[in-house]
């Protein structure tokens, strides 16, 4: 666990305090060796490198967490006796950060309020000069910024020894990129922080500032009942837009670089004048690292450059993401978006599936974003638009065929894989929700897998290709369980799958997210052998082995990562549901068994739950914890016993989906939890408790029904009807109900 406190042991200081003697070019061979294969140290030793070099040539504030880190290396914080003074207005309490022209210092302010307070103050050495006016200036483009996302400026003052300060609101949060690392923030709920950036921006922007140094040190995220809000802080080398706005000359002179340097824009760096479009390109370097968790290639220290480019998560920029980035990093300013504003317009369409204007409005990808906006429309339309991207899918792929370049033709390699993988994980899911769509959805995967095995001819070592061949097996199987007469067919792909993953693990055995997927292989093919005698009730003494041997290996390679990483989410996550599997399997046959393990399960739950209380996974595998045990001692008997436990299970699923109410796998898990709440308060004689939950049920299936019309949750609308009519003895009224219901085409139940 991290502390406060740097780590004696940690060869942090020494690398740099020997690498800062060297030459610049000689410095990242030199650190290189001396992390002795460490890329971390190396990485935090060539942050700091640069952050020296930028501060050296422009005494401007360079990234606090660093610096400051290496100063208390070697220096313990002061004590608060030891801090400056402030009068009697101002309490010190410690430390905050170092920068390269001032210090930040937290204050508790006693008048006329008691809070705590930031306070920046100017270092002795830079004082005078052009220091103290940068100090006042920027307290003059605080106090004409009025946003939430803004720290306010409170108050301006001189220190007894001639020092300007400045006192800003406290920001109580980590770094943007921290935040969303150790929450495992989502990805549509990291695009909404950065929008919320953008929008403050764009506001200091319309106000005429320049931001100038945006970086994640300087965009903090506070929690408010767990609900994230981003501030921006920080304007110490923001600059008026148009200097006639301000008295006085301007103190950014033409040759000046000021910034931090992974963030700066090209001309940042050749000290020449920024405007809008400079925050624009910071904008998109941040972009870059909260969907990564790394700095651009171009931008990142030579050591991290092959992480970032190897990285799973520099997927994400092979579609859209990647291309907004791009265009907010051109290296020519006209090239970017002209305001924060067109950048933040351009995440929106992206999110809304709208076409982007970062790219040309090409036929592929015009089709496919009409594809998405008008899902709802005609099946026939969807099924012709989509048999039309199939070919351009399929035109694009033998173009390699043809092509002699190698350069080329790697180039077209990689168009061809992001274009597949879009069908694949995108358009293909949204194909399942259309009832009929299940002739093209077999058509489109089989084509897929088809040129998956092309590839893997002449690439059969390829991780990436590999990993898409078995996700393409898993999407068949899963249409293909579902067709009448194919049942057979898919059990053999999930099986191909699963060798599949075997192969992976054989050939890179210390890869633990492998290895965590080939866990998950084990556990979907229990699914299929499950599955196989039927989606309830008893099941062969046959099955109920072959399927318990599957999941007991998924457990085993789940108890296997948690002790490599316990504090690993996904892992602990994985590992509760083997457990809750295999209590699902018993609980069929073997009710004292299926208890034993509902309740192990439970505390693999509340484990996951003290190790990582804030994920919205954990709150869900609590409430399906709670609801299996309630479920088991409801079949086993014991009604009173389970009431809590069902009570419990509701209440994690109606947090879940008053903070995602836009979820339909939450808002169908509530359903089925009123369910089991219905059923055990009927066994207690409390009908009037089981006939709110039952109607409960009702609401909640056809809010369903009505968000996502086209036929998906009909058949959860008339159960529920049913069951609640029933339990009412409206016995006419009940058979009207059971023909609201076609045939089920969407996902199963829990």
């Not at 220091?131 to 910024?145: D, K, S, Y």
């Not at 005429?208 to 802080?233: C, F, Q, S, W």
């Not at 990564?292 to 190897?310: F, G, K, N, S, V």
């Not at 939450?666 to 207690?684: S, T, V």
Request: charge should be negative; aromatic fraction near 6%; glycine fraction near 6%.
């Amino acid at each position: 666990m991290k502390t406060n406190r740097p780590n004696p042991n940690d060869p942090t200081k020494r690398i740099f305090l020997e690498a800062r003697e060297l030459p610049p070019h000689e410095q990242e061979h030199f650190v290189s060796g001396a992390a002795a294969g460490d890329q971390r140290i190396a990485a935090r030793v060539m942050r700091l490198l640069s952050a020296e070099r930028s501060e050296a040539a422009t005494a401007i504030d360079t990234p606090a967490i660093d610096l400051h880190d290496l100063h208390r290396s070697a220096h313990p914080d002061p004590e608060p006796g030891s801090l400056p003074h402030l009068g009697d207005k101002y309490t010190p309490v410690r430390l905050i950060g170092c920068g390269g022209a001032g210090d930040v210092y937290l204050y508790e302010q006693n008048r006329p309020i008691r809070r705590p307070v930031a306070i920046k103050l100017l270092r002795p050495a830079v004082v005078s000069g052009t220091g103290a006016e940068r100090l006042r200036r920027e307290a003059r483009l605080l106090a004409g910024l009025d946003h939430p996302g803004i720290a306010r400026l409170l108050d301006v003052g001189e220190a007894a020894d001639g020092r300007p300060f400045i006192v800003m609101e406290f920001v109580d949060g980590p770094p943007i990129d921290r935040d969303c690392i150790k929450h495992e923030t989502l990805l549509p709920d990291r695009l909404a922080l950065f929008r919320e950036l953008c929008d403050a921006v764009h506001h200091a922007h319309q106000r005429g500032v320049i931001h100038r140094d945006i970086k994640p040190a300087n965009v903090l995220v506070e929690r408010t009942d767990g609900r994230p809000r981003v501030r921006l802080v920080d304007l110490g080398v923001a600059r008026l837009i148009d200097d006639g706005l301000s008295p006085g000359p301007s103190l950014t002179m033409a040759g000046a670089v000021v910034g931090s340097f992974g963030f700066m824009s090209p001309e940042q760096r050749r000290g020449e004048r920024a405007d809008t479009r400079s925050d624009v390109y910071a904008l998109g370097v941040l972009l870059y690292c909260l969907l990564t968790e790394a700095l651009p290639p171009a931008q990142a220290p030579a050591d991290q450059r092959a992480l970032a480019q190897t990285s799973p998560e520099t997927k994400l920029l092979r579609g859209e993401l990647g291309t907004i980035i791009a265009h907010a990093m051109a290296p020519k300013q006209d090239d970017r978006y002209e305001t924060v504003r067109e950048l933040d317009e351009d995440i929106r369409r992206h999110l809304n599936h709208e076409p982007i204007r970062a790219r040309g409005p090409g036929a592929l990808y015009s089709a496919t974003k009409f594809l998405r906006r008008h899902w709802a429309a005609s099946v026939a339309a969807a099924l012709a638009i989509t048999t039309a991207i199939a070919a351009l899918v399929l035109i694009n792929i033998s173009r390699i065929e043809t092509i002699q370049a190698h350069a080329e033709a790697e180039a077209q390699y990689a168009e061809a894989r992001r274009i597949s993988n879009y069908f694949l994980r995108d358009v293909v899911t949204r194909l399942y929700r259309v009832p009929g769509a299940q002739e093209i959805q077999l058509d489109l995967l089989n084509e897929l897998l088809r040129q998956i095995e092309d590839f893997l001819n002449s690439r059969p070592n390829d991780p990436d290709l590999l990993d898409d061949y078995a996700e393409t097996l898993y999407a068949l199987a899963d249409v293909l369980s579902i067709t009448p007469g194919e049942w057979n067919t898919a059990v053999g792909h999930i099986q191909r799958a699963l060798d599949v993953r075997l192969r992976l693990v054989e050939a890179v055995p210390d890869n633990t997210d492998y290895l965590m997927k080939l866990g998950v292989a084990y556990a979907r093919r229990g699914d299929f052998t499950l599955r196989n005698d039927g989606p309830g009730g008893a099941i062969s003494a046959e099955s109920a082995a072959q399927t318990l041997g599957f999941y007991t290996r998924a457990l085993e390679i789940d108890r296997r990562l948690v002790e490599i990483d316990p504090d690993s989410r996904r892992f602990r996550d994985n590992f509760y549901w083997s457990h809750d599997r295999i209590a699902s399997v018993l609980h069929r046959s073997d009710k004292p068994g299926a208890l034993r393990w509902a309740r192990d399960a439970m505390e693999v739950a509340e484990e996951l739950a003290r190790r990582h209380p804030d994920h919205y996974l954990t709150a869900f595998a609590l409430s399906k914890a709670h609801m299996k045990l309630g479920r088991v001692l409801h079949d086993s008997g014991m009604h009173e016993q389970a009431t809590p436990y069902l009570l419990i299970a509701a209440e994690h699923a109606e947090r879940l989906n008053e903070i995602y109410p836009n979820a339909w796998h939450f808002k169908r898990h509530l359903n089925y939890a009123y369910g089991e709440i219905a059923k055990n308060a009927k066994e207690l004689g409390e009908f009037q408790v089981a006939q709110d939950a039952l109607a409960k049920r009702v609401q909640i299936a056809e809010s369903l029904n009505s968000a996502e019309p086209g036929g998906r949750w009909r058949s959860l609308v008339s159960d529920a009807q049913q069951r609640l009519l029933r339990f009412r003895e409206d016995f006419t009224a009940a058979e009207r109900a059971a023909g609201v219901g076609p045939e089920r085409t969407g996902p199963p139940p829990d």
